[in-house]
Structures are given as C-alpha cells and as structure tokens.
C-alpha cells in the first residue's frame, strides 16, 4: 500500500497509486459514497490511462462502526487517517450518549485540522434565489478548532455557572451580566497562532489558484480581542510574510465586518473571492453561500492541516435519514469534495473531468430531483442513473 507522505518543504508527495482511507457514512452515505468512488475512478482512469490509480480503504465510524466494533470511532480509523494522510467521508449520526458530542468535530479535532476549506460556485442550470450567480465565485476558509466551538461553556443554574460568574465578578470586576442567577456562560479562546496560521493558509491559496483579494471576516467592532484579534494578527501575518506580493499586487486583502458581509455577498458577490474567517462566522457564511448557489446537496468541503498534510474531505450535508434508500439522493456534496481532494492531490486532470461532466449534465438539466423540480428544463434522474450518466460521459470524453 503506497502512503501520500509530505517532505521537509511542506509539500505532498503523491504515489502513483495513493491508498485513500474513506468512511461510507450513515444514512445516504452507503449511496453517495460508492457513487462518488465510481466518478473519480472514471476520472482518475481516463485522465491517466492507468498510470494513476487509487486504491480505495474502508475504515468504520458511525453506525457502521458502533455494530460491528462496539465503538463510533475505532482509533484504527484515527490511525488510518493519520498514517495516509488524505482521506475521505461521508456524513456521520451523532451518537446518543457516549460521551463523543460529535464524530466530525472528534476527527478534526483529533487531526487538528484547522481549516475547513468550503468552496462555493454556481452551475450553469441550476436553479439560485439571486439574480446573478454567475458572479458567485468564493473559497471560505474557515478556522476550525477554536472559537466559541471550543466546546467550554456551562448551563445556567449549576454549581459551574455560578462559580464562573463568580470568578468573574470578583476577580475581574465584571458587574454587566444582566441576569446572573439565569445566565449560561460560554468561553470563546481565540488565539494569535490559531489565526495566523488560517489567514497564512487562505493567503497562499490566494497566491496559488490566482484568486484577486482575501477579506478577512470578522465581528471586531463589538468583539475587540477575539474577533477584532483575529483581524489584527491578520494584517500583522500578512505584512510580515507577504510584504513582497502585497507590494507586487498580486495580494490584495481587505476586511469586513461579519454582518454587512452578509449582506454584501448578496448584493455584490463579484467582490469577494477567498474569505478568511472564525469558527462561527464561517458556520453561517458557508450555509448563506451553499443556498446561493443550490444548496447543501452539492457544497463541498475539506478539512485540512496545510503543515502536516492531513487532509479529510466530506459531504457538508446530513445523513438524510428521510430519503434514505430511496436512491434518490444527491451525490454531488461528496463527488465536489472528492474533486477538491484530486485538486490537492495534484492530480488535477481527473478533477477538472468531473466538473467538465456536471457542468454538462446541469447545463442540459440533468440533476437529481432536489435540484431537477427547480430547473426550467430539469429531468429528474435517480442517484444511481445520475452517476451513470456522469461515468459514461467521462468514459467518452
Ligand atoms: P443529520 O441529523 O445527519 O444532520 P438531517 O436530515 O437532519 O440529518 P440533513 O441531512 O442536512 O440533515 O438534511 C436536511 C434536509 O435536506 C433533509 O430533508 C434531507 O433529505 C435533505 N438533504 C440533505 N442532503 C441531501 C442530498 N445530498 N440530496 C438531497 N437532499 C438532501
């Protein structure tokens, strides 16, 4: 079995046959995720002719998982994650009770993977509720281990959230808490080195896919050190290491705060192009976007740590239990995703293939029924003739 390793310079070294770890996912993942291995071994076949192939590694998490091992996430699959660097899933049930409050948030977490990468483009035929979405062209980059996702918070009334408030007024003064005996208390750490490194990352993807500004999102006006912290280590990173393409205007970055950006990417989205943001902020703003430009059924994402390597990409959306085994559902979350996982392989032939066929199949109305009902001349297709579809056109191209 042949690993993806990386070398001294922080660059991926990619066999010619990589082993990819994938978790099937609950739900509609036993659909999407075989769909999507047959997309990219179409892809990967016919843009190398068989010099390239990936060798496909099941690992458990989830419902799968808990059945057969007892457990909703074996560190045999941590470890394959680990040890192969790249890898890939579909959605997860959040397990009841257990102790674990979420299988995504323990791999990223785990993995320290702390950029979750969401890129966000419309397709000719899809149907959008904007005007324009030609002009939707955005690559969130969205810290992804702190923030108020840090999981410290405490419930109103117990002994915690009273010592808290104790703490807090005693020790620091504080003596705005409007209701202290019903106030839940949440801690929000937002750190120089944690924001540095996820502006550092959404810079140089800037640089590299030649992508026009980074705007730095953030909530600085009413949140100074956290949020307006983030915005000032920002700047700080980016004259410091980007002194040179700041000056050559191939960097342009500017800020905006997290409220009117909302309403800016709606009003003008040509504007906007690499957006480096917070835990939170990027939750909302990667939602926003997705229904932009058709919804949680085709939005990719990848959660990636740029200096160790790892790299764990996935379907955005849930296991869809209400449509499950109806073949119905749309695969296009993960085989995106698996696209951006080629792109970062360097395997970049086999991923423009796969959006080359679904810009085609979109453009003729071809889509699953989620996207389909809403298309001028949309043909609802099942999940299973949808991939079909996509396959043979790759296979002909
Ligand atoms: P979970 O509890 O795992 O988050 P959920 O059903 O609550 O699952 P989602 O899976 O995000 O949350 O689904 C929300 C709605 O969107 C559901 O009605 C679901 O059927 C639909 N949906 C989600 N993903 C897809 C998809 N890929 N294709 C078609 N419909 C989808």
């Not at 070398?7 to 066999?15: A, F, R, S, T, Y």
Request: aromatic share 10%.
């Amino acid at each position: 079995m042949s690993k993806i390793t990386i070398n001294e310079l922080g660059k991926l070294q990619v066999p010619s046959n990589p082993t990819i770890p994938f978790i099937e996912g609950d739900g509609v993942g036993g659909e999407i995720t075989p769909a999507m291995q047959q997309i990219v071994n179409a892809a990967v076949q016919k843009a190398y002719h068989g010099e390239k192939v990936i060798q496909w590694k099941e690992v458990l998490a989830g419902e799968k998982a808990y059945k057969t091992t007892d457990n909703w996430l074996p560190n045999e699959t941590i470890s394959a994650f680990e040890d192969y660097l790249v890898g890939i899933k579909g959605p997860l049930t959040t397990p009841i009770g257990g102790g674990i409050r979420s299988l995504n948030v323990a791999l990223r977490q785990t993995l320290d993977l702390y950029v979750c990468l969401r890129p966000v483009r419309w397709f000719q035929g899809v149907s959008s509720p904007i005007k324009e979405p030609q002009k939707v062209d955005m690559h969130i980059f969205r810290e992804n281990t702190e923030d108020i996702y840090a999981g410290i918070e405490w419930e109103a009334g117990t002994k915690e959230a009273n010592k808290f408030y104790s703490f807090i007024k005693e020790e620091m003064n504080v003596d705005s808490v409007r209701f202290p005996e019903s106030s839940a208390f949440g801690v929000k750490p937002v750190s120089k080195e944690g924001s540095k490194r996820l502006i550092r990352a959404a810079c140089k993807y800037a640089l590299e896919h030649n992508l026009p500004t980074v705007t730095l999102v953030h909530k600085g006006n009413i949140m100074k050190f956290t949020e307006g912290g983030f915005k000032k280590w920002g700047y700080e990173l980016i004259e410091k290491e980007f002194a040179q393409e700041l000056k050559d205007g191939k960097l342009v970055v500017n800020d905006c705060i997290a409220d009117a950006f909302l309403q800016n990417t709606l009003l003008k989205p040509q504007d906007y192009s690499v957006i480096a943001t917070l835990n939170l902020n990027g939750d909302y703003i990667s939602d926003q976007l997705a229904a932009m430009v058709g919804g949680i059924g085709i939005a990719p994402g990848g959660n990636i740590n740029y200096n160790t390597g790892h790299a764990l990409f996935e379907a955005t959306h849930g296991t869809a239990p209400d449509i499950a085994g109806e073949n119905t559902v749309n695969p296009c979350s993960i085989i995106l995703s698996a696209n951006l996982m080629l792109d970062y392989m360097g395997w970049s032939k086999a991923a423009k293939l796969i959006v080359d066929a679904l810009e085609y199949h979109f453009k003729k109305g071809y889509a699953t029924h989620d996207l389909a009902r809403f298309m001028p001349n949309g043909k609802s297709l099942s999940t299973s003739d949808f991939t079909e579809k996509i396959v043979q056109y790759i296979k002909t191209r």
